[in-house]
């Protein structure tokens, strides 16, 4: 089975504080995806990776960047955290061309 | 007009009843259709994966596409407490991840 693991299940910050969200995939997948699920607005594409050192803005990339060092390792980075990136955040990655995305358990931020 | 219209729900039912969750699309050029559940505070399962129209059965579980209508749905057969949880559908052309469209969910409750 396909695992794909993010380092916290909960976070608080504070607002303008750096924020780094970790995820793990064991499968040696290609592609890796950051989500941010809200409310009323669903899944949107916050970055995306097709390898190692390669990242390409999705939908809301806006104050946000990504690391892609490893291939099994795609970290989501807020610069400066503010109060509107309270939200779920959702890892996945692929493997196959046309296979499903597999999701981690998803990080809940809250900034305050 | 949005690309992928879901209807929220939420939406109630006894068990053992028949439960029919629908998305409708726009975009003509989806070929490959996913329904994903999701359970409180987890991250989105992949529950079902078809490719252009036709039905696909697994279990208590049926994915039905009608590319004509441009119409995905998901039966629930014999459906039952555990069955709880958020449905998402999700679409993409040609290659899965990288143009993934969400629907943003249907919330299913099982009552037993």
């Known amino acids: 089975d396909v695992k794909v693991t993010q380092s916290s299940r909960y976070l608080v910050k504070r607002t303008g504080e750096k924020v780094f969200l970790e995820c793990v995939q064991d499968m040696d997948h290609e592609n890796m995806f950051w989500y941010r699920q809200d409310p009323g607005l669903g899944l949107r594409l916050i970055y995306f990776s097709y390898d190692v050192k390669m990242k390409e803005k999705g939908d809301i990339p806006e104050g946000y960047s990504v690391s892609r060092e490893k291939k099994e390792r795609f970290s989501l980075i807020l610069e400066s955290a503010s109060t509107n990136q309270t939200s779920m955040y959702l890892c996945?990655?692929?493997?196959?061309?046309?296979?499903?995305?597999?999701f981690g358990n998803g990080t809940r931020l809250t900034v305050t | 007009q949005k690309e992928v219209e879901q209807d929220p729900g939420p939406l109630s039912v006894p068990e053992g009843a028949i439960v029919s969750l629908n998305c409708t699309y726009s975009n003509s050029a989806f070929q490959y259709f996913m329904w994903y559940r999701q359970y409180s505070r987890k991250g989105p399962e992949l529950l079902m994966y078809?490719?252009?129209?036709g039905n696909k059965e697994d279990g208590r579980f049926t994915a039905q596409v009608d590319k004509s209508s441009k119409y995905i749905s998901l039966f629930i057969r014999d459906s039952q407490p555990s069955d709880s949880a958020t449905y998402l559908c999700a679409m993409t052309p040609n290659q899965a991840g990288t143009a993934l469209i969400f629907g943003k969910g249907t919330t299913l409750s099982v009552s037993s």
């Open positions: 996945a990655s692929i493997g196959a061309p046309r296979g499903p995305l597999h």
């Open positions: 078809t490719y252009s129209s």
